[in-house]
T-cell receptor
Framework: GAVVSQHPSRVICKSGTSVKIECRSL??????MFWYRQFPKQSLMLMAT?????????EQGVEKDKFLINHASLTLSTLTVTSAHPEDSSFYIC??????????FGPGTRLTVL | SQQGEEDPQALSIQEGENATMNCSYK?????LQWYRQNSGRGLVHLILIRSNEREKHSGRLRVTLDTSKKSSSLLITASRAADTASYFC????????????FGKGTMLLVSP
């Protein structure tokens, strides 16, 4: 099946720094990728929809200036958490849609902000 | 926005028993999907059932969908300790955008 990778798998950073997370579709092209966030023992919440070559669409309550999304190619979307704070600590998961709209999930990135 | 609601929130059973988890949703859907997530890990897609389907099987998994009641159930038969995980339903609403809305999940513990 299709594979989606995320990098890094785990990151620890100091408060105030920015962190970039990459999401790659390894064997298919994805014009649409999604970014989710999951707090401990909670469900996944959709943060934004990333479309190649255009601006991301953010869900209500998600700050677009805080969570910068760049979908520069058909196989790569990046999420940058700017000026991270401890409350941004979470599990971030991306997914990618193939041409027949099947959605494949990445393994997730655990962000810990100290 | 959170649409699916799973129940129970937590389920503890013995190996060999069956586990049933339910999911309810609010809007019309294209399909409903079930995922498993082991602690701290990514999602594993289990099964997709389309809105015009009523039941689907995959190995030890059986999923039903009742669109009139806006509910679905996931049955795991002859459970194993390795089935211990959180299970989420996710709905693909009839919006054309393929975004998934996840339920809160059921945490399943299967004891040997």
């Amino acid at each position: 099946g299709a594979v989606v990778s995320q990098h890094p798998s785990r990151v620890i950073c100091k408060s105030g720094t920015s962190v970039k997370i990459e999401c790659r579709s390894l064997d298919f092209q994805a014009t649409t990728m999604f970014w989710y966030r999951q707090f401990p023992k909670q469900s996944l919440m959709l943060m934004a929809t990333s479309n190649e070559g255009s601006k991301a669409t953010y869900e209500q309550g998600v700050e677009k200036d805080k969570f910068l999304i760049n979908h520069a190619s058909l196989t790569l979307s990046t999420l940058t958490v700017t000026s991270a704070h401890p409350e941004d600590s979470s599990f971030y998961i991306c997914s990618a849609l193939n041409t027949v709209k099947e959605q494949f999930f990445g393994p997730g990135t655990r962000l810990t902000v100290l | 926005s959170q649409q699916g609601e799973e129940d129970p929130q937590a389920l503890s059973i013995q190996e060999g028993e069956n586990a049933t988890m339910n999911c309810s949703y609010k809007t019309s859907i294209n399909n409903l999907q079930w995922y498993r997530q082991n602690s701290g890990r990514g999602l594993v897609h289990l099964i997709l059932i389309r809105s015009n389907e009523r039941e689907k099987h995959s190995g030890r998994l059986r999923v039903t969908l009742d669109t009139s009641k806006k509910s679905s159930s996931l049955l795991i038969t002859a459970s194993r300790a390795a089935d211990t995980a959180s299970y989420f339903c996710a709905t693909d609403e009839n919006s054309g955008y393929s975004t998934l809305t996840f339920g809160k999940g059921t945490m399943l513990l299967v004891s040997p």
